[in-house]
């Protein structure tokens, strides 16, 4: 069975089993802690980062946008209407744009910061960057995060789906974002009507049941977690 090396807490992950949910791909998932650099995952990936899916001829690919667009080929194609990539050439460019968006500005400015501040951390030997949290970065994602649900709540309130009429990857990458910060209890879900009733219909799929699911060890999820109407 094809392996995917994952972090509970880490959103490129994330969207990628959610990708294996909608197109019914199944994969045994690892988690790796990528502050160990264990060698053998080095040996996987050079870059050290997730998710990384390894096939049964043990063909690694690295990275949720190359392990994006390899399920579209292989497995999007076959889906006609459930589709998560469209057809047409402009609206594929939107839905990449807007999944870039999640997974690397969204990342940089909020996620990555507040998952490594307030669970990696706890992992990590002190050796390896462990110890209390960065308040001064915890201040500076929390302000990033409101900046981040205006453009939600434009794109939700404007659109059936974030990026037109169908159910896309960029759902998916958005969905995977707050996951995470919603498991810390980062989101002030009273702050947009919007986006609150988006992501209900995006929790509310089959395929999100495994990450309301997930259970990071020190780490509690608020209690509306894996509430489906919160």
């Not at 500076?140 to 159910?167: D, F, K, P, V």
Request: contains cysteine; hydrophobic residues 40%.
């Amino acid at each position: 069975m094809p392996v995917l090396y994952h972090h509970p807490m880490s959103t490129a992950s994330r969207f990628v089993r959610l990708i294996f949910s909608e197109y019914n791909v199944h994969a045994e998932l690892l988690e790796e802690q990528i502050w160990e650099k264990r060698k053998d995952f080095f040996s996987l990936n050079p870059a050290g980062t997730l998710p990384v899916y390894v096939d049964d001829n043990m063909r690694a690919l690295c990275g949720a946008t190359i392990i994006s667009e390899f399920l579209d080929e292989t497995s999007g194609v076959l889906k006609r209407d459930r589709r998560l990539l469209a057809e047409d050439p402009f609206q594929r460019a939107e839905i990449r744009r807007l999944t870039e968006w999640f997974l690397i500005k969204m990342e940089q400015d909020v996620t990555k910061p507040l998952v490594r501040e307030r669970v990696y951390k706890l992992q990590m030997a002190p050796d390896q960057g462990g110890g209390a949290p960065d308040s001064k970065v915890l201040r500076t994602s929390r302000s990033n995060i409101r900046q981040h649900m205006r453009y939600l709540g434009w794109l939700a309130g404007s659109r059936t789906w974030l990026a037109g009429e169908r159910l896309s990857y960029a759902d998916l990458a958005a969905a995977a974002a707050l996951s995470v910060l919603d498991y810390l209890g980062e989101i002030d879900w009273n702050e947009s009507a919007a986006v609150k009733e988006w992501y209900q219909r995006l929790k509310s799929r089959p395929g999100f049941r495994p990450l309301l699911n997930d259970r990071i060890r020190g780490v509690t999820p608020v209690s509306h977690y894996a509430d489906l109407d919160f």
